[in-house]
């Protein structure tokens, strides 16, 4: 069973920088497209970056392009941590952020919700003075 959880969120301020974590268990399948997203208050969850499997292929919301980087190690075959490394961070960065993670590989990194069948419970990420 795959299970996803999330560490490094925190209260910092506008342009600080933060990394988040992400420690995925159970990835079994031969292959997955991991990714960030967040959500804030009253808002929908939206989408903040995915990797490829081999991480070859990496993509980004227009918001966070040149300010934020997601990564991934392997640990083992089955486990592996994903991060996403947040520099420059602003008042609108902050929400809850979710790891999640789809089986198969794909041509097009997918950059909805829905498109992701594993999720993590979320780290709250605040930005304030």
């Known amino acids: 069973q795959v299970r996803l959880v999330e560490s490094g969120g925190g209260l910092v301020q506008p342009g600080d920088s933060l990394r988040l974590s992400c420690a995925g268990s159970?990835?079994?399948?031969?292959?997955?497209?991991m990714a960030w997203f967040r959500q804030a208050p009253g808002k929908d969850r939206e989408f903040v970056a995915a990797?490829?499997?081999?991480?070859?292929?990496?993509?980004?919301?227009d918001s966070v392009k040149g300010r934020f980087t997601i990564s991934r190690d392997v640990s083992t075959n089955v486990e592996t941590t994903l991060y996403l490394q947040m520099n420059s961070l602003k008042a609108e960065d902050t929400a809850v952020y979710y790891c999640?993670?789809?089986?198969?590989?794909?041509?097009?990194?997918?950059?909805?919700?829905?498109?992701?069948?594993?999720w993590g419970q979320g780290t709250q990420v605040t930005v304030s003075p």
């Open positions: 159970g990835l079994t399948y031969l292959g997955y497209v």
């Open positions: 990797l490829s499997w081999g991480g070859s292929d990496e993509l980004y919301a």
């Open positions: 999640s993670a789809k089986e198969g590989r794909a041509q097009v990194l997918p950059t909805t919700a829905e498109d992701y069948r594993f």
